[in-house]
């Protein structure tokens, strides 16, 4: 991570977001937008959606430092009153 990310991290204090597409898309309906998002979809592999996947539940449930190559093997959820 490049001393510019660390400083744009510290100062969101959250986890840093990698974008790969650097393009931005104006859709002129819903329709046209989902079409676009289904195209996109397609053109991912199994092993990407995936991934992407495992990024969602790991943000999801709060598994900081989750490591892909040991992954646990039993999942517990707690549910913390304050």
């Given at each position: 991570m490049?001393?510019?990310e660390?400083?744009?991290?510290?100062e969101?204090k959250?986890?840093?977001?990698?974008?790969?597409?650097r393009?931005?898309?104006?859709?002129n309906?819903?329709?046209?937008?989902?079409?676009?998002?289904?195209k996109?979809?397609?053109?991912l592999?199994?092993h990407e959606?995936?991934?992407?996947?495992?990024?969602?539940?790991?943000i999801?449930?709060?598994?900081?430092g989750y490591d892909?190559?040991?992954?646990?093997?039993?999942?517990s959820?707690r549910?913390?009153?304050k």
């Amino acid at each position: 991570m490049s001393e510019k990310e660390k400083k744009l991290t510290d100062e969101a204090k959250g986890q840093p977001v990698i974008y790969t597409h650097r393009e931005m898309h104006f859709f002129n309906s819903f329709e046209e937008q989902a079409a676009y998002e289904l195209k996109e979809m397609a053109a991912l592999t199994p092993h990407e959606i995936l991934q992407q996947l495992r990024h969602c539940i790991t943000i999801a449930y709060g598994m900081h430092g989750y490591d892909p190559d040991k992954v646990p093997t039993k999942h517990s959820v707690r549910i913390i009153e304050k």
